[in-house]
């Protein structure tokens, strides 16, 4: 226990009464009890208003009101109320503790044998100050919460900043939107889309493994990395961007450098604009990109390693020509937990028929299949890349 005192309440106005109940403390074993004698009501209100209350006495003898009893009973539970009456009597016994006593001693006892209620009182004492200690920890439980919260809250906001816009024009005729929805405050999935030259645009979506702070703090990281890459490659000292291939490559030796003991998986893709070209590499990632063309939704295939479990990864490039008028649908793997379908198969089928929906856009996808649900099994993150 910690050095606060245990501040005990007699309520009374009977000296004898009084006198007996200190006598009675005396014998206890716990040597921090501050007795405070009330002998009427305000003075009573003035203690239960302004300190912090252990355990009340209530003499029905000098306020034989059984419903103040009650009253006094409720207003500090459930820390105890101990009933004080002259003798055991049957009927008072039984009225006190009807009305919220969580004790009766008689007075006849305590002038008698006080050593065969000290047993008696100290337990109720030690359930006072368990009540108090489980408060104090719940406060400052409550206290801790309420701090990480804040601070979960500032992440989230400093992460959204890391993020484009949710739609945005990349080019004439070509757009990108996406929406990103974490299970918690922070996401482990992220995308991206950088302009490398005049029409030639990449683009990228990751699943950190797990979720959460740890999960956020690795999309913090691959930022940065993307954001050194694109200054490299304006000062045409790096092309690691102009391949998907290389670039994985450099994100998993980077992420291997900093011992996190993360991984993701991570789609990337490179839209020279002028040649109607989609560049692609997949990084262990599934579900694979939906090419919708033509009507027609169609998994584009490809292999390749997680990102930062493998020193000697492998990373595949691939290349797809692209029509007209086309969309490139990319997804986390959140998005596999909330598809019907008895077995991934079926899931996969499904997906892409919604894809193929005419005007569909990452809002209405993710609407249509989780459907009234607020909370998400995992973050999921839908990206279209379309002309």
């Known amino acids: 226990m910690d050095t606060k005192e245990t501040r005990i309440l007699i309520y009374s106005s009977d000296t004898d009464t009084t006198d007996a109940i200190f006598d009675l403390c005396e014998l206890s074993r716990c040597n921090d009890l501050r007795l405070v004698s009330c002998r009427d009501i305000d003075s009573l209100n003035e203690q239960l208003d302004h300190y912090s209350i252990s355990l009340v006495f209530f003499d029905l003898k000098s306020f034989p009101e059984i419903d103040q009893l009650n009253d006094i009973a409720l207003r500090i539970s459930p820390k105890p ?6 003798s055991l ?16 001693f008689s007075l006849d006892e305590m002038r008698c044998d006080a050593l065969s209620l000290v047993e008696s009182l100290d337990r109720q004492i030690d359930r006072a100050h ?17 701090e990480l919260k804040a601070d979960q809250d500032a992440a989230a906001q400093i992460q959204q900043r890391l993020l484009p816009p949710e739609q945005q024009s990349l080019d004439h005729g070509l757009s990108c939107h996406y929406i990103l929805r974490p299970s918690l405050l922070l996401s482990g999935d992220f995308v991206d889309t950088i302009q490398l030259n005049e029409g030639k645009h990449l683009f990228y979506l990751a699943d950190v493994s797990g979720h959460g702070a740890s999960s956020a703090l690795v999309t913090v990281m691959l930022k940065n990395i993307t954001n050194r890459l694109h200054r ?11 391949n998907p291939a290389e670039f994985l490559a450099h994100v998993n030796r980077e992420m291997l450098l900093t011992s996190f003991g993360k991984h993701m998986t991570m789609i990337v893709g490179v839209i020279d604009k002028e040649a109607s070209q989609l560049t692609y590499s ?15 939704a169609s998994y584009i295939e490809g292999r390749g390693m997680p990102v930062g479990l493998f020193e000697e990864a492998f990373y ?10 086309f969309s490139i649908c990319l997804f986390s793997d959140g998005i596999l937990e909330l598809l019907e379908g008895d077995n991934l198969n079926e899931k996969e089928q499904n997906l892409a028929r919604l ?11 993710l609407k249509h299949v989780v459907g009234g649900e607020t909370e998400l099994p995992d973050d999921v993150a839908i990206m279209m890349v379309s002309r």
Request: glycine share 6%.
């Open 81 to 86: 109320t101990l009933a004080i009456i002259p």
């Open 89 to 104: 009597e049957q009927n008072r016994l039984v009225k006190a503790l009807r009305n919220g006593a969580d004790g009766v």
């Open 130 to 146: 368990t009540i108090e200690a489980a408060r104090t920890l719940r406060d400052s439980l409550s206290k801790s919460l309420e």
């Open 232 to 242: 490299a490659y304006v000062k045409n000292d790096s092309d690691t961007l102009d």
């Open 282 to 296: 997949i990084g262990g990632h599934h579900p694979s990109p939906l090419l919708v063309q033509k009507g027609r």
């Open 316 to 325: 595949e490039e691939n290349r797809v020509t692209l029509d007209e008028s």
């Open 355 to 365: 894809c193929q929906g005419q005007n569909l856009t990452p809002e209405l996808l």
